[in-house]
């Protein structure tokens, strides 16, 4: 399987539409560059592994947030919504595997219940930081690797090395003993609980005008609350992350459809189309059009 740029679509609840994989083989390699597009708040059944290969990134998960380095890595478990962004502009390169648990073994195998089980059920191991700070993330790191490479290069029996590259990483998993036992306060599962009503919301009505206070509203809080969540949460405001999903899915409609420039920007909530064309050249270095073109020439060199 050649890897892919991760390229999120999700529901209204946030949760990603992509299949990763195949039902035969359910796990998919994917790279991304963040300095060209941050991965925004989204949540899949799978699990996922990711090496930073340059830069640093800054990962957030629930209510934790890591700053992973180059030849660093990280894993989310199924279920847990998640972002990444590179750090203060420094640029960040990273790949990774994304995989669901049955590739493991099925529900009714040892691996599953002497393995897999305790691994999806741990509430400490929702997210990791892989840094070296515990003795076996380094093996973690392989692993992920492993598959990586395995998944990218496509040899013939790729699928059992990946399956055993990713194996060794769910038992690294199983019986780890991480430092990170604390329990999130009561403030900030409330915080988080908001903030999933609230991303909910902007998801249904980024096509309309959205406002700080109609956003805090959707979450019965206050517009000074609202602004405190998302600072505290993912780090950024509410206008910034509507503006930021508004781009991506306009550029998935630019990649995806003929349709007009201008109607695609009222369609993500840009009523003025030299604003819109502004905000994408300011996020993707290239005017709507110049973008289009580009993804319109990288799908004619794949099917050549």
């Given at each position: ?77 199924a279920g847990v919504l ?43 191991l929702k997210s990791l ?176």
């Amino acid at each position: 399987m050649l890897p892919e740029i991760c390229e999120i679509r999700t529901d209204p609840e946030g949760r990603e539409l992509t299949k990763h994989g195949t039902a035969l083989f359910p796990a998919a390699c994917y790279h991304d560059d963040l300095s060209k597009q941050e991965v925004l708040w989204h949540w899949h059944d799978e699990l996922e592994a990711v090496v930073v290969s340059e830069g640093a990134a800054v990962v957030s998960a629930e209510t934790k947030k890591y700053v992973i380095r180059k030849g660093g890595g990280f894993f989310v478990n199924a279920g847990v919504l998640h972002a990444c962004r590179d750090l203060d502009g420094f640029g960040c390169r990273f790949h990774g595997v994304v995989f669901h648990p049955r590739l493991i073994g099925s529900l009714d195998s040892i691996f599953w219940h002497r393995y897999m089980r305790p691994v999806l059920e741990n509430s400490l191991l929702k997210s990791l930081c892989l840094d070296g700070r515990e003795f076996w993330h380094e093996e973690a790191i392989k692993a992920v690797e492993k598959a990586w490479q395995a998944g990218a290069g496509e040899e013939p029996g790729y699928e059992f090395q990946m399956r055993e590259a990713l194996s060794r990483l769910v038992l690294i998993l199983s019986g780890c003993q991480t430092k990170e036992t604390e329990t999130p306060s009561p403030k900030t599962l409330r915080d988080m609980g908001r903030m999933k009503i609230m991303l909910q919301y902007i998801q249904e009505n980024y096509a309309k005008e959205l406002t700080a206070a109609g956003i805090a509203a959707s979450a019965a809080i206050s517009e000074s609350e609202c602004l405190r969540c998302f600072g505290a949460a993912i780090g950024t405001s509410p206008g910034r992350y509507v503006r930021q999903l508004r781009l991506q899915k306009a550029a998935e409609l630019l990649a995806g459809t003929g349709e007009r420039i201008a109607d695609i920007g009222a369609q993500c909530g840009f009523s003025d189309t030299s604003y819109f064309t502004k905000a994408f050249r300011a996020w993707r270095g290239m005017t709507p059009s110049e973008y289009r073109k580009m993804e319109a020439a990288s799908r004619n060199r794949k099917t050549e």
